[in-house]
C-alpha cells in the first residue's frame, strides 16, 4: 500500500482547499479510507472517511458540513475538499487505509492502518 498526499498550502480564512491523496496498492473494495490531522500539542483527529466497498462516509463534528470526502476509483485518487476553513484547521493532514474488516474508518488504534506523509495546511486569519 502506497499513500501520497499533495495540495496542502497556505489559505486565508474562510477559503478553500482540496487535498489529494494518489493511492496504489490495494483494492478500494477492502479498506476504509480517512484523512486525520494532527496539530502541534493536539492529539489526532480523524477528520472524515469512506467506505471503500459503499461510499458511506462520515465526519468529524468539527468539520460536518465544510470538508467532504470523496474518492474517483478510475484514477486511485483519494479527496478531501476543505471549504470555509478556519485557523483551527491548521494542521498536518494524513491519508489512511485500513481494511474495512475492521470498521468504515480507519482506527486511531491502530496508528490509523497505513499512511502517507502527509500535507501541512496552514490557515490563517
Known amino acids: 500500500v502506497q499513500l501520497e498526499e499533495s495540495g496542502g498550502g497556505n489559505v486565508q480564512a474562510g477559503g478553500s482547499l482540496r487535498l489529494s491523496c494518489a493511492a496504489s496498492?490495494?483494492?478500494?473494495?477492502?479498506?476504509?479510507i480517512g484523512w486525520f490531522r494532527q496539530a502541534p500539542g493536539k492529539e489526532r483527529e480523524v477528520v472524515s472517511c469512506?467506505?471503500?466497498?459503499?461510499?458511506?462516509?462520515d465526519y468529524a463534528d468539527s468539520v460536518k458540513g465544510r470538508f467532504t470526502i470523496f474518492v474517483d476509483n478510475a484514477k486511485r485518487m483519494v479527496y478531501l475538499q476543505m471549504n470555509s476553513v478556519k485557523p483551527e484547521d491548521t494542521a498536518v493532514y494524513y491519508c489512511?487505509?485500513?481494511?474495512?474488516?475492521?470498521?468504515?474508518?480507519?482506527?486511531?488504534?491502530?496508528?490509523?492502518?497505513?499512511r502517507g506523509q502527509g500535507t501541512q495546511v496552514t490557515v490563517y486569519s
Open positions: 469512506i467506505s471503500g466497498r459503499d461510499g458511506v462516509t
Open positions: 489512511a487505509v485500513e481494511s474495512i474488516v475492521f470498521g468504515n474508518c480507519p482506527r486511531p488504534e491502530s496508528n490509523f492502518g497505513y
Open positions: 496498492g490495494f483494492d478500494f473494495d477492502d479498506y476504509a
